[in-house]
């Protein structure tokens, strides 16, 4: 079809203004709301938020894989020039698999127990490559040895429940990779994980995404996945974009009220031992009956009068730096009060608290 | 203490337990349904109550269960007032003269004197179609089916109910004892559990028939006999795995009695499912009976077993099929209710299945 | 797998014995004996029949004797139905029939069952599912004895409008008499119940491996939808499925006796229910056996069909 425009102008990946709501007898949630966003060939943008913020609805609507009751009600997924939500069904299975490639949270359960690993390796092989039965156990085997399975041929007859959870992990990545895709969606790939595997997946993946030269989505709750690999950074919250930077700004530059407050839970090796961690209080909003306003606002200790009037649009405040905030953070007293507090608070770290609610 | 950090850890600060699967199968977060659990008169329903109150909130949305249930006390309340409902009694054998008086039977002509007498215009008490005398008509034996289906739904409650009392009453303590006990006890009564269930259920159920006479109390001790390896195999399989929860430990830590663990803490966690096997349980006691009634090995004549009647109809089939519409449609409805209200409950019990 | 195999037929065989015994006793609890009715016969006579039957020995022994004898393939001979006839035949000839609609049903069931099963599923809650589960829900209520018996006088009405009043079904059997044909009828009544099971354990599971995340993982890799739910989702949802497909068999199997009984078919259901009539010992004991071994030849069975379906189940201890 369209031959591959790659040029550096235009982006591999557009998503613009996407919104996905699930139609539940409670009403509708809107799960994704007005979400825009960019990725260049080879890119690895990092997705960062909380439990039904939007991130995985997110990710499943670009693979359209968004099930009733959910729906995708707008907006436009450009890859490569061609709108995947305007694709007939047939030649959106050509995208799926081959051009786009997806690995999920839980490895236990996302691969098929009554199938061998070569089985749903070469599924794939066969039906984007075109390569034969002798030919696609072949790619199988070099899947399998490239993402670091000993013995591949040999374990081409398992089944998944002859594997570890972290062996089983890269299995999927082998399957997701098999087609030499232009863009990897990893949807939480590590949560299920121990964290001495969570860290030999995440260089497994750096690796694979050098080699292959492919543009990677990486989802998660976990800031710290996402600050060694992820080039860009964004955050969601309630089904919207609240900041976009690039990874290194986020981290020492923060604008959003939520990413500081997420920043601030999460214990760092470079901080004062006897800082205090600091949790976000409350809960995510009730993504059915919307408040007006920025939804972040009833938990955010920075709110003014406008933040419960108006929800903020998405605004550059620097160089790759967009933010949705009514305030500006580092200007506002709440910034100063908290730093000192920080300070002066001498308690040693009893608890720490994950930022994931 | 250790443990108790790792709660710690794995709680936000509004208490609720941190989960990343914590989104159910449409990537809804689940928090949104946690919002719409029911509550009953704006209070948080209480922990102890709430998993049957709950149950019962699911069940009444279920619209196919209420009608089951509505068809089943409508049929409790045909049983009950049965002597009330039906306007003959089951096994009277109606006479010619009876129902010419209902004029039912072209009258006895009044012979003139000087006149030899005519002969009776024809009148059969047998096969009489529906009137407003015999509601379904006579059967074969000159009997009012209309009657005989209602007096009939006695024999098919009873026997549903007590053959499931009976059922319970051995297997239950046979899955408890061999789930709880374990060892050579759980060994011992589940092979002879496996002899049982091996056994050709029907045939098993007939055998006990023959050798014991046919009754209605033999039928029920049939089929209490028969079906009880399902029930004790079920009631194992659930203590097994409630014997593991930490509950149990826990009491088994402190030294609670055997007993109290057994009938406080295993025996209410394992109800539910037993209550859905009865549920089902009573409909194929039911058809169990039926079945046998049909075989003429089960419920004696003349009682108004539906299965008999539809064994009996069935010589007739041509010239009065009423005689096995009415009691089998009769049977099916009080299948069809037990089914419905089965399948609801089994939904509401166990949301999980839930489609 | 063959030392399981071999550790399951070792259990069956005392299973069968078990059963044996079981029947044995109940019998034996029965008053009377096989020639109790005939009133006309002098005691002697009696005396000397039973002694020749081998009767009169201790009940201990006779179950021995009865034991050793099937063991080797002698099942004795009738004592009532058909006097001196090898019970071996007599339950070999009825039994033809039976199995033969067993058979034929275990087909329709199967074949009926899944496949409504994986209709409705697909089609949840459209006209499909709802009519799919209304049929299924009917056949699972409506009782056998009670469709059979309408079903064959609407049957009978077709094939001849003028059906005289007193119209019988031929004695001499149904399929016999009438043809390969006439096997639909029995075959669809005493199939309709386990399709309805099957249909809605089908649905359910389809329902359940549906959403399930290594579904989604198919899809993500670009497969058509036949492919997702033939390969990927069908073999798992079948699991269950196959469970219940023995006891299944084992109902269709007995529960010929009533269809036997609706269709004046000369099986085995309709030949046990007269011998126990007339307490024809060897008979009863014949068939009970020769059932129970089926039955439990057939949960076996299922139960390696299971092993090669789901690769995580083996049944010897080796890998977890």
Redesign the interface.
Same mark, same amino acid.
């Given at each position: 079809m369209n031959p591959a425009t790659t040029s550096s102008d235009t982006p591999l990946l557009s998503v613009q203004h996407l919104k996905t709501q699930f139609f539940t007898p409670g009403g509708v949630v809107k799960a994704v709301d007005d979400v825009s966003f960019d990725l260049q060939a080879g890119e690895t943008l990092g997705i960062v938020g909380e439990s039904g913020c939007g991130k995985s609805v997110t990710s499943m609507s670009i693979m359209r894989l968004i099930a009733p009751p959910g729906k995708i009600v707008g907006g436009k997924v450009m890859f490569e020039g061609r709108d995947l939500l305007a694709m007939n069904d047939n030649d959106m299975r050509h995208v799926r698999g081959k051009e786009v490639a997806m690995i999920f949270q839980d490895p236990m359960t996302s691969l098929n127990p009554t199938l061998t690993i070569g089985r749903q390796i070469t599924e794939s092989v066969e039906l984007h490559l075109k390569l034969n039965g002798r030919a696609a156990q072949v790619r199988a085997a070099e899947l399998l040895a490239l993402v670091g399975i000993p013995s591949p041929a040999k374990r081409l007859g398992d089944y998944p429940h002859q594997f570890s959870g972290g062996m089983r992990q890269r299995v999927m990545i082998a399957m997701a990779l098999s087609c030499d895709p232009k863009l990897l969606i990893a949807d939480e790939p590590t949560t299920a994980l121990d964290v001495t595997i969570q860290a030999q997946i995440l260089e497994l993946m750096s690796r694979l995404r050098d080699e292959f030269h492919m543009a990677v989505i990486l989802i998660t709750h976990d800031l710290g996945v996402v600050a060694g690999m992820a080039d860009r950074i964004i955050v969601m919250y309630a089904g919207h974009i609240v900041e976009e930077s690039l990874a290194a700004d986020l981290y020492h530059d923060p604008r959003h009220p939520y990413t500081l407050g997420l920043l601030r839970s999460v214990p760092r090796l470079d901080s004062d031992r006897r800082s205090r961690l600091i949790p976000i209080a409350g809960l995510p909003p009730d993504l059915v009956n919307v408040p007006p306003g920025c939804p972040f606002a009833p938990r955010c200790t920075f709110a003014v009068d406008e933040s419960l009037k108006e929800r903020p649009e998405l605004r550059p405040v620097a160089a790759n730096h967009s933010v949705a905030c009514w305030v500006d953070v580092r200007t506002a007293p709440q910034h100063e009060a908290i730093v000192e507090q920080q300070d002066e608070d001498a308690t040693p770290v009893t608890v720490s608290v994950n930022a994931e609610g | 203490m250790a443990k108790e950090q790792d709660d710690l850890i794995k709680r936000d600060p509004a208490g609720v337990p941190l989960d990343d699967s914590a989104m159910d199968e449409e990537g809804v977060p689940a928090r949104r349904v946690v919002t719409v659990l029911p509550t009953v008169g704006g209070d948080i329903i209480g922990e102890a109550n709430s998993l049957w109150r709950d149950a019962w909130l699911r069940l009444r949305r279920n619209k196919l269960a209420v009608a089951g249930i509505f068809v089943l006390i409508f049929f409790v309340l045909v049983a009950i007032f049965a002597d009330f409902i039906a306007q003959h009694p089951y096994d009277y054998q109606f006479s010619a003269t009876q129902i010419r008086k209902e004029g039912l039977c072209p009258p006895i002509p009044v012979t003139p004197p000087n006149e030899l007498p005519k002969p009776a215009p024809y009148c059969s008490v047998r096969f009489q179609p529906p009137s407003s005398y015999f509601w379904f008509g006579t059967d074969d034996l000159g009997r009012d089916v209309f009657s005989r289906v209602i007096f009939g739904t006695r024999i098919s409650l009873a026997v549903g109910l007590i053959s499931q009392l009976l059922i319970l009453l051995i297997g239950l303590p046979i899955g408890l004892i061999a789930g709880y006990y374990g060892k050579w006890v759980d060994y011992l009564l589940m092979r002879i559990t496996d002899v049982m269930y091996a056994f050709p259920t029907i045939l098993f159920a007939i055998v006990v028939l023959a050798v014991f006479g046919q009754s209605l109390f033999n039928i029920l001790l049939a089929i209490g006999l028969t079906f009880w390896p399902p029930m004790a195999r079920l009631v194992r399989s659930q203590v097994l795995s409630v014997r593991e929860k930490e509950y149990v430990e826990a009491a088994r830590a402190i030294g609670t009695p055997n007993r109290s663990i057994i009938f406080r803490h295993i025996l209410p966690n394992i109800l539910s499912p037993v209550i859905v096997s009865i549920t089902f349980g009573i409909p194929f006691a039911i058809l169990t009976e039926a079945f046998l009634s049909f075989l003429g090995i089960g419920t004696p004549i003349p009682l108004p077993s539906w299965g008999l009647m539809v064994s009996d109809g069935k010589a007739y089939l041509r010239t009065d099929p009423t005689l096995v519409i009415f009691p089998g449609l009769a049977i099916s409805l009080v299948l069809f209710a037990f089914n419905f209200f089965g399948d609801g409950l089994r939904d509401a019990l166990d949301p999980r299945t839930r489609k | 797998m063959i030392q399981y195999i071999i550790r399951r037929l070792i !259990?069956l065989f005392?299973? &069968?014995i !078990? +059963?044996a015994l &079981?029947?044995f006793t109940?019998?034996h609890? $029965?008053p009377g004996g096989p020639f109790s009715t005939e009133r006309t016969l002098p005691p002697e006579t009696v005396a000397r029949i039973t002694a020749s039957y081998g009767l009169d020995k201790p009940l201990p022994l006779q179950f021995l004797t009865y034991i050793w004898n099937i063991s080797h393939g002698d099942f004795g001979i009738s004592y009532r139905q058909q006097i001196g006839a090898e019970v071996s035949n007599i339950i070999f000839t009825g039994f033809h029939n039976s199995l033969q609609l067993g058979l034929f049903a275990f087909a329709f069931t199967i074949f009926f069952g899944i496949l409504l099963g994986i209709l409705a599923a697909i089609g949840?809650n459209t006209w499909v599912d709802y009519s799919t589960m209304g049929v299924s /829900? =009917?056949g699972?209520? *409506?009782?056998n004895? @009670?469709l059979g018996?309408?079903l064959? +006088?609407v049957a =009978?009405l077709v094939v001849n409008p003028h059906?005289?009043?007193?119209?019988?079904i031929p004695i001499g059997g149904w399929i016999d008499n009438a043809g390969i044909g006439a096997i639909f009828l029995p075959t669809f009544v005493l199939a309709l119940r386990p399709t309805s099971v099957l249909a809605r354990l089908t649905r $359910?599971s389809m /329902?359940?491996v549906i959403?399930?995340?290594?579904i989604?993982? $198919?899809?993500?890799?670009?497969?058509?939808e036949r492919?997702v739910i033939i390969?990927?989702a069908l073999?798992?949802a079948l699991?269950p499925v196959v469970t219940v497909l023995g006891d299944e068999m084992?109902?269709l +199997?007995? !529960?010929s +006796?009533?269809v036997e009984? %609706?269709f004046v078919i000369n099986g085995l259901g309709k030949q046990? @229910?007269l011998s126990?009539?007339q307490?024809d010992y060897n008979i *009863?004991m014949g068939?009970?056996i020769f059932? $129970?071994f089926i %039955? @439990?030849l057939i949960?076996l069975a299922v139960d390696i069909l299971y092993a090669f *379906?789901?690769?995580?189940i083996s049944y010897t201890k080796a890998?977890t």
């Amino acid at each position: 079809m369209n031959p591959a425009t790659t040029s550096s102008d235009t982006p591999l990946l557009s998503v613009q203004h996407l919104k996905t709501q699930f139609f539940t007898p409670g009403g509708v949630v809107k799960a994704v709301d007005d979400v825009s966003f960019d990725l260049q060939a080879g890119e690895t943008l990092g997705i960062v938020g909380e439990s039904g913020c939007g991130k995985s609805v997110t990710s499943m609507s670009i693979m359209r894989l968004i099930a009733p009751p959910g729906k995708i009600v707008g907006g436009k997924v450009m890859f490569e020039g061609r709108d995947l939500l305007a694709m007939n069904d047939n030649d959106m299975r050509h995208v799926r698999g081959k051009e786009v490639a997806m690995i999920f949270q839980d490895p236990m359960t996302s691969l098929n127990p009554t199938l061998t690993i070569g089985r749903q390796i070469t599924e794939s092989v066969e039906l984007h490559l075109k390569l034969n039965g002798r030919a696609a156990q072949v790619r199988a085997a070099e899947l399998l040895a490239l993402v670091g399975i000993p013995s591949p041929a040999k374990r081409l007859g398992d089944y998944p429940h002859q594997f570890s959870g972290g062996m089983r992990q890269r299995v999927m990545i082998a399957m997701a990779l098999s087609c030499d895709p232009k863009l990897l969606i990893a949807d939480e790939p590590t949560t299920a994980l121990d964290v001495t595997i969570q860290a030999q997946i995440l260089e497994l993946m750096s690796r694979l995404r050098d080699e292959f030269h492919m543009a990677v989505i990486l989802i998660t709750h976990d800031l710290g996945v996402v600050a060694g690999m992820a080039d860009r950074i964004i955050v969601m919250y309630a089904g919207h974009i609240v900041e976009e930077s690039l990874a290194a700004d986020l981290y020492h530059d923060p604008r959003h009220p939520y990413t500081l407050g997420l920043l601030r839970s999460v214990p760092r090796l470079d901080s004062d031992r006897r800082s205090r961690l600091i949790p976000i209080a409350g809960l995510p909003p009730d993504l059915v009956n919307v408040p007006p306003g920025c939804p972040f606002a009833p938990r955010c200790t920075f709110a003014v009068d406008e933040s419960l009037k108006e929800r903020p649009e998405l605004r550059p405040v620097a160089a790759n730096h967009s933010v949705a905030c009514w305030v500006d953070v580092r200007t506002a007293p709440q910034h100063e009060a908290i730093v000192e507090q920080q300070d002066e608070d001498a308690t040693p770290v009893t608890v720490s608290v994950n930022a994931e609610g | 203490m250790a443990k108790e950090q790792d709660d710690l850890i794995k709680r936000d600060p509004a208490g609720v337990p941190l989960d990343d699967s914590a989104m159910d199968e449409e990537g809804v977060p689940a928090r949104r349904v946690v919002t719409v659990l029911p509550t009953v008169g704006g209070d948080i329903i209480g922990e102890a109550n709430s998993l049957w109150r709950d149950a019962w909130l699911r069940l009444r949305r279920n619209k196919l269960a209420v009608a089951g249930i509505f068809v089943l006390i409508f049929f409790v309340l045909v049983a009950i007032f049965a002597d009330f409902i039906a306007q003959h009694p089951y096994d009277y054998q109606f006479s010619a003269t009876q129902i010419r008086k209902e004029g039912l039977c072209p009258p006895i002509p009044v012979t003139p004197p000087n006149e030899l007498p005519k002969p009776a215009p024809y009148c059969s008490v047998r096969f009489q179609p529906p009137s407003s005398y015999f509601w379904f008509g006579t059967d074969d034996l000159g009997r009012d089916v209309f009657s005989r289906v209602i007096f009939g739904t006695r024999i098919s409650l009873a026997v549903g109910l007590i053959s499931q009392l009976l059922i319970l009453l051995i297997g239950l303590p046979i899955g408890l004892i061999a789930g709880y006990y374990g060892k050579w006890v759980d060994y011992l009564l589940m092979r002879i559990t496996d002899v049982m269930y091996a056994f050709p259920t029907i045939l098993f159920a007939i055998v006990v028939l023959a050798v014991f006479g046919q009754s209605l109390f033999n039928i029920l001790l049939a089929i209490g006999l028969t079906f009880w390896p399902p029930m004790a195999r079920l009631v194992r399989s659930q203590v097994l795995s409630v014997r593991e929860k930490e509950y149990v430990e826990a009491a088994r830590a402190i030294g609670t009695p055997n007993r109290s663990i057994i009938f406080r803490h295993i025996l209410p966690n394992i109800l539910s499912p037993v209550i859905v096997s009865i549920t089902f349980g009573i409909p194929f006691a039911i058809l169990t009976e039926a079945f046998l009634s049909f075989l003429g090995i089960g419920t004696p004549i003349p009682l108004p077993s539906w299965g008999l009647m539809v064994s009996d109809g069935k010589a007739y089939l041509r010239t009065d099929p009423t005689l096995v519409i009415f009691p089998g449609l009769a049977i099916s409805l009080v299948l069809f209710a037990f089914n419905f209200f089965g399948d609801g409950l089994r939904d509401a019990l166990d949301p999980r299945t839930r489609k | 797998m063959i030392q399981y195999i071999i550790r399951r037929l070792i !259990g069956l065989f005392f299973v &069968l014995i !078990g +059963i044996a015994l &079981l029947t044995f006793t109940l019998m034996h609890l $029965a008053p009377g004996g096989p020639f109790s009715t005939e009133r006309t016969l002098p005691p002697e006579t009696v005396a000397r029949i039973t002694a020749s039957y081998g009767l009169d020995k201790p009940l201990p022994l006779q179950f021995l004797t009865y034991i050793w004898n099937i063991s080797h393939g002698d099942f004795g001979i009738s004592y009532r139905q058909q006097i001196g006839a090898e019970v071996s035949n007599i339950i070999f000839t009825g039994f033809h029939n039976s199995l033969q609609l067993g058979l034929f049903a275990f087909a329709f069931t199967i074949f009926f069952g899944i496949l409504l099963g994986i209709l409705a599923a697909i089609g949840q809650n459209t006209w499909v599912d709802y009519s799919t589960m209304g049929v299924s /829900l =009917a056949g699972y209520s *409506i009782p056998n004895f @009670v469709l059979g018996t309408l079903l064959l +006088i609407v049957a =009978a009405l077709v094939v001849n409008p003028h059906l005289p009043a007193n119209f019988q079904i031929p004695i001499g059997g149904w399929i016999d008499n009438a043809g390969i044909g006439a096997i639909f009828l029995p075959t669809f009544v005493l199939a309709l119940r386990p399709t309805s099971v099957l249909a809605r354990l089908t649905r $359910a599971s389809m /329902l359940e491996v549906i959403r399930q995340d290594y579904i989604r993982t $198919a899809w993500a890799k670009g497969l058509g939808e036949r492919v997702v739910i033939i390969r990927h989702a069908l073999r798992n949802a079948l699991l269950p499925v196959v469970t219940v497909l023995g006891d299944e068999m084992g109902n269709l +199997i007995t !529960g010929s +006796i009533v269809v036997e009984q %609706v269709f004046v078919i000369n099986g085995l259901g309709k030949q046990f @229910v007269l011998s126990v009539q007339q307490l024809d010992y060897n008979i *009863i004991m014949g068939t009970t056996i020769f059932y $129970a071994f089926i %039955v @439990v030849l057939i949960n076996l069975a299922v139960d390696i069909l299971y092993a090669f *379906i789901d690769p995580r189940i083996s049944y010897t201890k080796a890998r977890t």
